[in-house]
Each structure stands twice: as structure tokens, then as C-alpha cells.
Nanobody, 117 residues
């Protein structure tokens, strides 16, 4: 079973940048889709961005500011975040889904991103 470990979170001022990484313990080639989700304080978890073999999707709130990418050779997923806002404050989770759909979901433990105003 593949394990996912996020890193790169932290405290940053509004307008700053962070790069999140998600390292998998095994090959990610079999994952049909990988993505980043976040859970702001007191709110439900929401999709931030996801990537398949050929497409990317972003939440409207992060379009043009965040970029998702995956490196199959490095078994890693990334999220480059620019122009961060206080509303981006959340725990960010890495997700990977295999051919089984939702039954084949893998989650990391999350990394905290805090954006100060």
C-alpha cells in the first residue's frame, strides 16, 4: 500500500509563495488522478487542484495562482502556490486515486499552510 507524505507547508505573509510536495512510498504511475485538497478551519475539505496524465483542473479560487504538477520518475506530486491570501489558510492534503475510483483513494496526513495578513 502506497503511503503519501506532504511537506512544504508553513507560515507565510499574504502575497508570498510556497511549494508543497507529496512524496509517495511507491510508484505513482498507476494512479489515474492525483490532487491537492484543503480543509480550512471550521470548514469541509475541498478540492484545490488535480492532475491526470494529460489534464489539470483548479478550483476557481486558485486559478492563475496555483500550479499542480507530478513527477512520475520521482514518485512525487507538487503544488506551487503564489500570491497567497489569508483565505488560503488550511490543512493541505495530497490525494491519489487508482483504477478503483473512490475505493482506491490514498491520503496523506496533511500539511498546515497559514497565510498572515
Amino acid at each position: 500500500q502506497v503511503q503519501l507524505v506532504e511537506s512544504g507547508g508553513g507560515l507565510v505573509q499574504a502575497g508570498g509563495s510556497l511549494r508543497l510536495s507529496c512524496a509517495a512510498s511507491g510508484s505513482i504511475r498507476s494512479f489515474v488522478v492525483m490532487g491537492w485538497y484543503r480543509q480550512p478551519p471550521g470548514k469541509q475539505r475541498e478540492l484545490v487542484a488535480r492532475i491526470t496524465s494529460g489534464t489539470t483542473d483548479y478550483a476557481d479560487s486558485v486559478k492563475s495562482r496555483f500550479t499542480i504538477s507530478r513527477d512520475n520518475a520521482a514518485n512525487s506530486l507538487y503544488l506551487q502556490m503564489h500570491s497567497l491570501k489569508p483565505d488560503d489558510t488550511a490543512i493541505y492534503y495530497c490525494n491519489a486515486r487508482d483504477w478503483r475510483g473512490p475505493r482506491g483513494d490514498y491520503w496523506g496526513q496533511g500539511t498546515q499552510v497559514t497565510v498572515s495578513s
